[in-house]
């Protein structure tokens, strides 16, 4: 069966047809069984794709989006060709989506700053071990910082902490059990 523009379709096997229009209503047969109906939101007769929402909970708005792939389809029966227009596209809000691209970024830029560069991996470890409980920490050259109140110098032992007296116990007390930790691992 064939479809028109004009969207003239008649009911039945829409297999091949090339023009399924949004609205319409169908069942489907997959390869692998499976029965499948809804409305068809997209259809594209070259990519072999179509798109079919279903309603799971009408009160709730809430419903079931599938894409599938022609070419795993047994059957397509349209059961009743829609006459309305497509409905228009959503509108895009360009603000919402720069300021999740803006925290994206702001996120990989600070886990990349959370990477040694030219430190042992047993530094790095300390330093993701320590960022774990406390959030500000950064690296200034080989030497973790922590809080801008603690520097831990190479080879990081407990006697390389510098800083604040109380804040530089706190951070002791994480390198000890950190090294401890690393020095009975195995290998």
Same mark, same amino acid.
């Given at each position: 069966?064939?479809?028109s ?8 096997d829409?297999k091949d ?6 609205g ?6 997959t390869?692998f069984?499976?029965n499948i109906e809804g ?10 794709l179509?798109? $079919? ?5 009408p ?6 989006? %599938?894409?599938l792939?022609l070419?795993?389809i +047994?059957?397509?029966n ?7 227009p497509p409905?228009s ?5 360009l603000?919402?989506?720069d300021k +999740?691209i ?6 990989k %830029?600070?886990?990349?700053e ?8 047993g530094?790095?470890?300390?330093f993701?071990?320590?960022n +774990? ?6 690296w200034n050259g080989k030497?973790?910082v922590?809080m801008?109140?603690?520097? $831990? ?7 390389d902490c510098?800083?604040?007296e109380?804040? %530089? ?5 994480i390198?000890? +059990? ?5 020095s009975?691992?195995p290998?």
């Amino acid at each position: 069966m064939t479809g028109s523009a004009g969207g003239n379709m008649a009911t039945g096997d829409a297999k091949d047809s090339k023009e399924i229009p949004p609205g319409t209503r169908v069942v489907c047969t997959t390869y692998f069984d499976d029965n499948i109906e809804g409305e068809v939101v997209a259809f594209d007769y070259g990519a072999k794709l179509l798109i $079919i929402k279903s309603s799971k909970n009408p009160r709730k708005n809430v419903t079931d989006t %599938r894409m599938l792939n022609l070419a795993h389809i +047994k059957t397509l029966n349209v059961t009743e060709v829609s006459n309305k227009p497509p409905p228009s596209l959503p509108s895009i809000e360009l603000e919402k989506i720069d300021k +999740k691209i803006a925290s994206a970024l702001e996120q990989k %830029r600070r886990a990349v700053e959370k990477i040694g560069i030219n430190v042992t991996p047993g530094a790095q470890k300390l330093f993701d071990t320590i960022n +774990k409980t406390i959030n500000d920490v950064k690296w200034n050259g080989k030497s973790i910082v922590v809080m801008n109140e603690v520097t $831990i110098d190479p080879p990081y032992q407990e006697s390389d902490c510098r800083g604040n007296e109380k804040s %530089r116990e706190h951070i002791i007390k994480i390198v000890r +059990k950190h090294n401890e930790e690393e020095s009975n691992q195995p290998g």
